[in-house]
């Protein structure tokens, strides 16, 4: 079996949520990892728990980690290609989600434009191989975008195209997993689960992703070129109720009371590229991803 071809990585946002599993896999491969984050809070969540995640993602990655703590929208990252010469770049320093955005779009919008426009300039003029760009599975559809966070990924999404360098363009589900803010989703539920609170649900739907499934997506996905794959369970989507029912049955205790049914924009990822082309096939199930994320909350507690 050959061996794999060692590389160097430059990860913008490699202290965030996905970001941080993304350099743990990539370093367990034996390949060089560089990172680039500006530990933000977005002026929304709170600082102590983001600290409290920053510490327990460091622990994650190795102790020698190049890290730098910069804007992707200043000029002195150019500096770090020029020191580093990376042979890809995953680019994952970006608004997490909708409502982040909506607190602050102004500086949304500097970090998801200028900050993209700025490194696409630096992977060009350094003649870097491939550059990633993590967008969003919510949004496929462009005709359906909803408020500036989806319009601020598809615009992402026409730059990386039409920057003349090699790309890869992942859009992942609604991700989830350790070490991911309490106010997701996800935390959001099994917060109010072990409070005995009640999960409101509506008629939504999601498509769940575990953390480390989808990092291992992104990491199959840098060997294509000129593409793009949703990245998901490749199963049906799940609805809120069921996942509050999940919840539950984890903790043992809680309750559930549904909201009235909103007209909630879904559709359905289509993954079957990814399946064909990448050969991916995510192993975490949802009931097993939630086992693994209440295990986390049990010894961080």
């Keep these: 079996m050959a061996k794999t071809k060692k590389l160097k990585y430059l990860i913008t946002g ?19 990892v560089q990172v680039i984050d500006a530990l933000t809070t977005y002026s929304v969540y709170d600082k102590e728990e983001m600290e409290s995640l920053y510490n327990q993602r460091l622990k994650e990655i190795n102790d020698n980690t190049q890290i730098y703590k910069e804007d992707v929208c200043t000029p002195d990252i150019d500096a770090v290609f020029t020191q580093f010469k990376p042979d890809t770049v995953i680019h994952l320093a970006d608004f997490p989600d909708a409502s982040t955005v909506a607190s602050n779009p102004v500086e949304a919008a500097r970090t998801m434009c200028v900050g993209l426009a700025n490194l696409l300039d ?3 003029r350094h003649k870097i191989k491939k550059f990633v760009y993590v967008s969003t599975g919510k949004y496929e559809d462009k005709d ?9 990924k598809i615009a992402g999404e026409e730059l990386v195209k039409q920057n003349g360098v090699p790309y890869v363009i992942v859009r992942p589900g609604q991700v989830y997993g350790p070490r991911n803010i309490s106010t997701d989703l996800i935390g959001s539920y099994f917060t109010k689960a072990n409070s005995k609170d009640t999960l409101y649900v509506n008629g939504a739907s999601h498509d769940l992703i575990y953390v480390d499934d989808c990092v291992a997506g ?10 793009t794959y949703n990245i998901s369970l490749i199963t049906k989507s799940i609805k809120e109720k069921d996942i509050a029912d999940k919840i539950i049955k984890i903790v043992k205790q809680g309750n559930i009371k549904e909201k009235a049914h909103l007209n909630h924009k879904h559709y359905e990822l289509d993954c079957s590229a990814a399946k064909k082309e990448l050969k ?10 939630l086992k693994l994320y209440h295990d986390w909350l049990k010894s961080t507690s």
Aim: aromatic share 8%.
């Design 218 to 227: 992104i990491i199959q996905a840098t060997g294509a070129n000129n593409k």
């Design 14 to 32: 490699g202290l965030g949520f996905i970001g941080h599993n993304l350099v743990k896999q990539l370093q367990s491969q034996k390949h060089e």
């Design 280 to 289: 991916f096939a995510p192993n975490i199930t949802i009931d097993k991803g």
């Design 144 to 152: 359906n975008a909803d408020g500036q966070y989806s319009i601020w």
């Design 122 to 124: 630096c992977t060009k």
